[in-house]
């Protein structure tokens, strides 16, 4: 059984940063491309951005390109979000994903294991 736990979330002020984490127990982490998800109140869950097992290919929803970076540690079995210039439609859950398949995908459906998630406010 894969686990994902995430940390890091929090308050901060438009234009302030945060990275969060998502620790991975279970099955081999270099197993899987990892991605991030966030769900903001009434709105469907949007990916984030991925990064494929090696970590050698990224890819990122066009909203955060610029301002978030993805990265993993696989001797650490975690994977990063960075996220600078944060703003307030950037408020939402953030929500770590494990896909088993040997590709970068950006619907939720495709991922097989989810993290209970972290609750990111970007005030304005």
């Known amino acids: 059984q894969v686990q994902l736990v995430e940390s890091g979330g929090g308050l901060v002020q438009a234009g302030g940063s945060l990275r969060l984490s998502c620790a991975v127990s279970g099955r081999t982490f270099n197993s899987y491309t990892m991605g991030w998800f966030r769900q903001a109140p009434g709105k469907e869950r949007e990916f984030v951005a991925a990064?494929?097992?090696?970590?050698?290919?990224?890819y990122y929803a066009d909203s955060v390109k610029g301002r978030f970076t993805i990265s993993r540690d696989n001797a650490k079995n975690t994977v990063y979000l960075q996220m600078n210039t944060l703003k307030p439609e950037d408020t939402a859950v953030y929500y770590c994903a494990a896909d088993s398949a040997w590709r970068i995908a950006t619907t939720s459906n495709d991922y097989d294991y989810w993290g209970q998630g972290t609750q990111v406010t970007v005030s304005s």
């Open positions: 990064v494929i097992r090696t970590g050698g290919r990224l």
